[in-house]
């Protein structure tokens, strides 16, 4: 059974940092992009960052750009969002997913953590 686990969310204060990881198990997804999302109270899920399988390119929302990195171990199955600068709009759910292809280019993401609350404090 696939299962992504999140973890590494809290509450930090603004301007602080905080590193996001998911661990999958249950199968290898070195071949395939990986994403996280985020979904704030009221707002749909969005995709902030994203990850190729062999990890040459990259995607950053316009809103964490500058801010957030994404990176990923194939050898551990895992994916991770360092998350620096943080502001108070930055506070929302964040799910790890993986995609149905090696590109990040209009992926299809079919497995999903259960996702980690992030809280920005101003």
């Known amino acids: 059974q696939v299962q992504l686990v999140e973890s590494g969310g809290g509450l930090v204060q603004a301007g602080g940092s905080l590193r996001l990881s998911c661990a999958a198990s249950?199968?290898?997804?070195?071949?395939?992009?990986r994403g996280w999302f985020r979904q704030a109270p009221g707002m749909e899920r969005e995709l902030i960052a994203a990850?190729?399988?062999?990890?040459?390119?990259?995607y950053y929302a316009d809103s964490v750009k500058g801010r957030f990195t994404i990176s990923r171990d194939n050898a551990k199955n895992a994916v991770y969002l360092q998350m620096n600068s943080l502001k108070p709009e930055d506070t929302a759910v964040y799910y790890c997913?993986?995609?149905?292809?090696?590109?990040?280019?209009?992926?299809?993401?079919?497995?999903w953590g259960q996702g980690t609350q992030v809280t920005v404090s101003s």
């Open positions: 997913a993986v995609a149905k292809t090696s590109s990040i280019w209009r992926a299809v993401y079919d497995y």
């Open positions: 249950g199968r290898t997804f070195s071949s395939y992009a």
């Open positions: 990850i190729s399988a062999s990890g040459g390119s990259t």
